[in-house]
């Protein structure tokens, strides 16, 4: 019984029969794929034992899709879609279909270019710039075996004709619209032409194939070079066993009645390489990245761009020199400047020591009286002692006396050359910050020392703390020592030498102010526009640099020295000065 049941035939046993589907690319519609592969589903349902085969029609998108959810096992499709399905989904052809009229399963599908018999065109780039249809972008024989060999011609489908239009199935269309003239070339597969004029669906001088090559053995004319027929695949997810008996089963299959076949499974790499110079399938990624594409994309706006980065570096060149230039005359300026400004200050410091030596050519006289007293001073103690010696009445406190004296005359003495001296000496100034009201009073005493005959009222205000400016203090010295002696001048002239002359000083928000008054001779109104114009004097040995100077000191310590007569009407002149304060901590 054992034997008996072993040899049960597998169709009949329906309980444990497994479903293979089959998925099918219906380039002709859904029911062609039911006509035109029903021998294949019945001989391997006759050949394999326990399996029903059912087949299933997709487009190409459908197709993939269906390979990649597994919802089929076996995939028959067109070679280009095979061998995309090979890369992306791991798909491997176990057989190659043999078709009747093809030149072998190797040699199969291949483009026709249709043109009117009566069109210019003549080869392949004279299609720049023309209308063409093709069934599909992804079509292989339909479109991208064509669109490899236009490209080798030089002419890029995408981009050099006027207008590449896909009009899908049925293919016959396209071969229909370019005989009615509504385009100049229609892309359909290798033999269509020769098929539909057979049929005497179209008249056999009414169209031709564009730049026919010369294959020897094909019935057609094709205007490309031909490629392997459809495969048969086995998908990741098959049983190899499945796999194996179906790739058996169908070399084995004998021709069909129309005289198809299969036969072992051909080389596909030629269609990779289409892919791969079209930037198709697989490929594609090519497409975004290559130099040469993007340059004969872009070219136009890859010039202007170039022509804008050149216009901006040629601006920045132009700029950079420009501010470089500009930069160089600011800095010679700058330099002309500072020299001119050290020349200035040269200028004014020999001016400044050669008033001050004026002062003291003036002061001569009365400096050499003033030296000579403490000398006298000296004279008679020395002479005194002397005499005490002599006499020999040597008491010691009465000659410690005496050289006490002689020590702090001399020592006076001494203090008169250092003053005159430092005041004499040629120096830059030297800016610190001074106590105006101290530096007032020691000039007024180094005055009064030099002029003794001279009466100095020094009125200081009280303030509460010791307001300072920033000034030389041998500077400061100067203006002051001129306006006394200017003062004292002026009242000599007027014959009142004795009259006081007042000093005063006064502390205000911003600034210290500083007034010499004297009832001197005063100034004609006429005199005021010149009194601080250098070279101005009225004196007989006068210099007329005094009061020129001292504004100049003045104002280059930001402040101002100006004179006006009495407002009582009383004779003479008040000459002033302000400075600017310093800024203590506080105020800021
Ligand atoms: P100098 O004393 O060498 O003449 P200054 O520049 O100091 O030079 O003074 C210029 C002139 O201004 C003096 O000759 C004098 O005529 C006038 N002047 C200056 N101070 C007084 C003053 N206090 N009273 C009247 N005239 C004055």
Redesign the pocket.
């Known amino acids: 019984m054992g034997a008996g049941l072993l040899f049960q035939p597998a169709l009949a046993d329906t309980k444990n029969t497994a479903t293979v589907r089959i998925g099918v690319l219906a380039y002709k519609g859904a029911e062609a794929v039911q006509e035109d592969w029903s021998h294949v589903r019945n001989w391997l349902e006759a050949s394999i034992a326990g399996h029903h085969f059912i087949l299933l029609d997709f487009d190409q998108a459908g197709l993939t899709r269906a390979v990649r959810e597994r919802s089929i096992d076996f995939v028959i499709t067109s070679s280009g879609h095979y061998v995309a399905l090979e890369h992306g989904e791991g798909a491997s052809r176990i057989a190659t279909i043999e078709s009747p009229g093809a030149l072998s399963p190797r040699q199969s599908i291949g483009s026709a270019i249709v043109v009117r018999d009566d069109a210019r065109l003549r080869t392949l780039a004279d299609l720049a710039g023309k209308h063409v249809l093709a069934v599909d972008p992804d079509a292989f024989g339909g479109y991208q075996i064509a669109a490899r060999e236009l490209l080798q011609a030089g002419v890029d489908p995408e981009h050099d004709l006027a207008h590449l239009q896909f009009t899908g199935f049925p293919v016959q269309n396209i071969v229909h619209a370019v005989r009615a003239g509504q385009a100049d070339a229609g892309i359909v597969r290798t033999c269509l032409l020769e098929q539909m004029i057979r049929s005497g669906e179209i008249g056999a001088g009414e169209l031709r194939v564009l730049a026919p090559i010369d294959i020897r053995g094909l019935p057609c004319q094709t205007s490309s070079r031909l490629y392997p027929d459809w495969p048969i695949a086995a998908l990741r997810h098959t049983p190899a066993e499945l796999s194996r008996q179906v790739a058996i089963a169908l070399l084995r299959m004998p021709r069909t009645a129309v005289g198809y076949s299969w036969t072992i499974p051909s080389d596909y790499q030629v269609v990779g390489e289409l892919f791969r110079e079209l930037r198709i399938g697989p490929y594609a990624y090519l497409r975004l990245w290559t130099f040469e594409g993007v340059l004969r994309r872009y070219w136009g706006w890859m010039l202007l761009i170039l022509a804008l980065l050149v216009t901006w570096a040629v601006h920045t060149v132009r700029v950079e020199y420009l501010v470089s230039q500009r930069t160089r005359a600011l800095r010679d300026a700058q330099d002309e400047q500072r020299r001119m400004a050290e020349e200035a200050l040269l200028h004014q410091t020999t001016l400044d020591h050669t008033a001050r030596l004026?002062i003291l050519g003036?002061m001569a006289s009365a400096i050499a009286h003033e030296l000579n007293q403490p000398l006298a001073a000296i004279g008679n103690f020395a002479h005194g002692m002397a005499r005490r010696i002599t006499a020999g009445r040597l008491e010691p406190a009465p000659l410690l006396d005496g050289t006490h004296e002689i020590v702090m005359q001399s020592e006076r003495a001494a203090s008169i050359i250092r003053n005159i001296r430092a005041f004499s000496q040629k120096r830059a100034s030297e800016q610190k910050s001074v106590d105006l009201k101290a530096v007032v009073g020691e000039t007024i005493a180094l005055f009064i020392s030099t002029h003794p005959q001279a009466r100095v009222v020094w009125q200081p205000a009280a303030t509460p703390e010791v307001p300072t400016v920033v000034a030389d203090p041998v500077q400061i010295q100067q203006v002051m020592l001129?306006?006394l002696?200017?003062?004292l001048?002026?009242q000599q002239?007027a014959g009142r030498a004795d009259e006081p002359i007042e000093v005063q000083f006064r502390a205000q928000a911003g600034a210290c102010v500083i007034t010499?008054r004297?009832g001197?001779?005063?100034?004609a109104p006429e005199?005021f526009a010149h009194?601080?114009e250098p070279f101005?004097?009225?004196?007989p040995e006068?210099?007329?640099?005094?009061?020129?100077?001292?504004k100049g000191i003045i104002e280059s310590l930001g402040g101002t020295l100006s004179?006006a007569a009495h407002d009582d009407g009383k004779p003479?002149?008040a000459?002033g000065f302000s400075l600017p304060r310093e800024e203590s901590p506080e105020d800021q």
Do not use: H, P, R
């Open positions: 004026a003036e001129n306006l002696k200017n003062a001048d002026a002239t010499v004297d001197g001779c005063g100034l005199q009194l601080f101005f004097t009225t004196k006068g210099l007329g640099l005094g009061l020129s100077l001292s004179a003479g002149l000459i």
